[in-house]
């Protein structure tokens, strides 16, 4: 708590009420006894101005296109690190030491295949089955198989286990949804390959054909996961921490997330930014004409990969994205229009005053979707991959929040509907 006080005035009367001041001098107005002691509630309807916990995790200046994790800046980390050192870090505050690196690794690889019994769930699944779907349902089934670890423990292997179990299962699960998809048999993870390495080889390899991976590909593949790590109390990650309050289990926490991820203003809107430049691309759509739609509000069109709830300059994802694209398709030999489509529409936007009044700049899903493309990746699974990346941040919230011992979340509403009437019975409706 910080010295200074904010006070509510109301109906001649007035209440002080503390401040908290973060880390980087954010300061949030401490209301917690707000109803107690007035009845009234705050309304924040998407709770742009709302602070729903205090965290150590992520910090993100959305004037200043800063993302931090536990201090670190993302070009820190994409530059020097990789995606299991960064979930290390993002899961329990320090970068490891080479012991505790080793240590996570092999724990990764000791889970990371899958119980035979799960075929049986993913055979049931009809072949156009949406992988975002079946993520959400194989990482709850994963509780089925693990009943004695839907605990809320936050030390020790009652919270290690199920942790190393979904950071390490996301992958064959996902590779699996993908495969099942297309008829092809589950491939089984290789011990000598990195995480992210493994899960290139479950997605694309053949029994006898082992999928060659380009190291520009692998590399671009972990930054991704890299990239989307954790991003403070995000719709998803809120999700995670909402439905873990009321202390359901790790396995079901991070379901929900799935679920909330998968929306197109979320973590679909990587799928729906390709959508958009193919539809540009395959109709002979001037982009010029498409910005202008985007900015007519009667036309339902949104520039899918643009806009950001707390970046109002450049998401420094998006940069780092926009980087690897080249670096990838350079190295496969590959020149994808879309990219040619993408660039002008972010030089228009980016000259526009509709998108610079409104702080609109390209976020993480603009350059993502072209990266997965590239790489083979089908539409279908690009927010899986997005899940997958982000599912260090929302076990590292999920621990967070039970550590603070954090009561069950429970908004308030403003009531607006009907006042006291009597019931009618059917002959006088
Ligand atoms: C992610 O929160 C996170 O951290 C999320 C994320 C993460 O890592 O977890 O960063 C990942 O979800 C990135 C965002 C991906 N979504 C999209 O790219 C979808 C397109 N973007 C928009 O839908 C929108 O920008 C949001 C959803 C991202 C943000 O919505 P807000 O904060 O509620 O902003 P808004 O809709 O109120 O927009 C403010 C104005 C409106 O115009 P006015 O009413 O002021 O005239 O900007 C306009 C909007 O119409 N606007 C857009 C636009 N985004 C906002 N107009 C055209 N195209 C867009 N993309």
Same mark, same amino acid.
């Given at each position: 708590?910080?010295?200074? @006080?904010?006070?509510?005035?109301?109906?001649?009367?007035?209440?002080? &009420?503390?401040?908290?001041?973060? $880390?980087?001098?954010?300061?949030?107005?401490?209301?917690?006894?707000?109803?107690?002691?007035?009845?009234?509630?705050?309304?924040?309807?998407?709770?742009?101005?709302?602070?729903?916990?205090?965290?150590?995790?992520?910090?993100?200046?959305?004037?200043?296109?800063?993302?931090? +994790?536990?201090? %670190?800046?993302?070009?820190?980390?994409?530059?020097?690190?990789?995606?299991?050192?960064? /979930?290390?870090?993002?899961? %329990?505050?320090?970068? =490891?030491?080479?012991?505790?690196?080793?240590? #996570?690794?092999?724990?990764?690889?000791?889970?990371?295949?899958?119980?035979?019994?799960?075929?049986?769930?993913?055979?049931? #699944?009809?072949?156009?089955?949406? =992988?975002?779907?079946?993520?959400?349902?194989?990482?709850?089934?994963?509780?089925?198989?693990?009943?004695? &670890?839907?605990?809320?423990?936050?030390?020790?292997?009652?919270?290690?286990?199920?942790?190393? @179990?979904?950071?390490?299962?996301?992958?064959?699960?996902?590779?699996?949804?993908?495969?099942?998809?297309?008829?092809?048999?589950? *491939?089984?993870?290789?011990?000598?390959?990195? %995480?992210?390495?493994? #899960?290139?080889?479950?997605?694309?390899?053949?029994?006898?054909?082992?999928?060659?991976?380009?190291?520009?590909?692998?590399?671009a593949?972990?930054?991704?996961?890299?990239? +989307?790590?954790?991003?403070?109390?995000?719709?998803?990650?809120?999700?995670?921490?909402?439905?873990?309050?009321?202390?359901?289990?790790?396995?079901?926490?991070?379901?929900?997330?799935?679920?909330?991820?998968?929306?197109?203003?979320?973590?679909?809107?990587?799928?729906?930014v390709i959508?958009m430049l193919t539809?540009i691309h395959?109709?002979?759509?001037?982009p @010029?004409?498409?910005?202008?739609?985007?900015?007519? @509000?009667?036309?339902?069109?949104?520039?899918?990969g643009?806009?950001?709830?707390?970046?109002?300059?450049?998401? =420094?994802?998006a940069?780092?994205l926009k980087e690897q694209v080249d670096i990838v398709l350079k190295?496969m030999?590959i020149e994808d229009p879309l990219l040619d489509i993408a660039k002008e529409l972010e030089e *228009? /936007?980016?000259?526009?005053?509709?998108?610079?009044?409104?702080?609109?700049?390209p976020?993480?899903?603009f350059y993502s979707g072209i990266l997965l493309r590239a790489i083979?990746?089908?539409?279908?699974? #690009?927010?899986? &991959?997005?899940?997958?990346?982000? *599912?260090?941040?929302?076990?590292?919230?999920?621990?967070?929040?039970?550590?603070?011992? *954090?009561?069950?979340?429970?908004?308030?509403?403003?009531? $607006?509907?009907?006042?006291?009437?009597?019931?009618?019975?059917?002959?006088?409706?």
């Amino acid at each position: 708590m910080s010295n200074k @006080k904010a006070s509510i005035e109301f109906d001649g009367k007035s209440l002080e &009420l503390d401040t908290i001041v973060g $880390t980087e001098n954010e300061i949030g107005i401490d209301i917690t006894s707000l109803r107690a002691k007035t009845g009234m509630i705050t309304l924040d309807p998407g709770y742009g101005n709302t602070g729903s916990c205090t965290s150590d995790i992520t910090f993100i200046d959305g004037e200043k296109g800063i993302l931090r +994790h536990r201090g %670190y800046a993302i070009e820190d980390l994409a530059a020097n690190s990789t995606f299991v050192e960064t /979930a290390f870090l993002v899961l %329990y505050g320090h970068l =490891p030491s080479e012991i505790e690196l080793a240590t #996570f690794e092999e724990e990764l690889s000791e889970h990371s295949s899958l119980h035979y019994g799960l075929k049986h769930h993913f055979d049931g #699944f009809p072949e156009n089955a949406p =992988p975002m779907a079946v993520l959400s349902a194989m990482l709850n089934t994963l509780a089925c198989y693990n009943t004695e &670890l839907l605990t809320t423990a936050t030390e020790g292997p009652g919270f290690t286990v199920p942790t190393m @179990k979904i950071l390490s299962k996301v992958r064959a699960i996902s590779a699996w949804a993908y495969r099942s998809s297309v008829g092809k048999p589950f *491939m089984p993870p290789r011990p000598d390959l990195s %995480y992210t390495g493994n #899960f290139l080889h479950m997605m694309f390899s053949d029994t006898f054909k082992p999928y060659e991976v380009l190291p520009e590909v692998e590399r671009a593949m972990d930054l991704f996961f890299v990239l +989307h790590a954790d991003h403070e109390q995000n719709c998803s990650t809120s999700t995670v921490r909402l439905v873990g309050s009321s202390r359901a289990s790790l396995f079901t926490s991070v379901a929900a997330g799935v679920g909330a991820l998968w929306g197109p203003l979320h973590g679909g809107a990587n799928a729906e930014v390709i959508k958009m430049l193919t539809n540009i691309h395959e109709n002979g759509i001037d982009p @010029k004409e498409y910005v202008e739609q985007a900015k007519d @509000k009667n036309s339902n069109v949104k520039l899918m990969g643009f806009g950001h709830r707390v970046y109002k300059s450049f998401d =420094p994802r998006a940069k780092i994205l926009k980087e690897q694209v080249d670096i990838v398709l350079k190295a496969m030999n590959i020149e994808d229009p879309l990219l040619d489509i993408a660039k002008e529409l972010e030089e *228009m /936007a980016r000259s526009d005053s509709y998108f610079v009044e409104r702080n609109l700049y390209p976020n993480v899903d603009f350059y993502s979707g072209i990266l997965l493309r590239a790489i083979g990746i089908p539409v279908d699974m #690009f927010t899986v &991959l997005f899940a997958i990346g982000r *599912m260090p941040g929302w076990i590292a919230n999920w621990r967070e929040m039970h550590v603070q011992n *954090m009561r069950i979340n429970r908004p308030r509403q403003v009531y $607006t509907g009907a006042s006291l009437r009597p019931y009618t019975p059917m002959g006088e409706r």
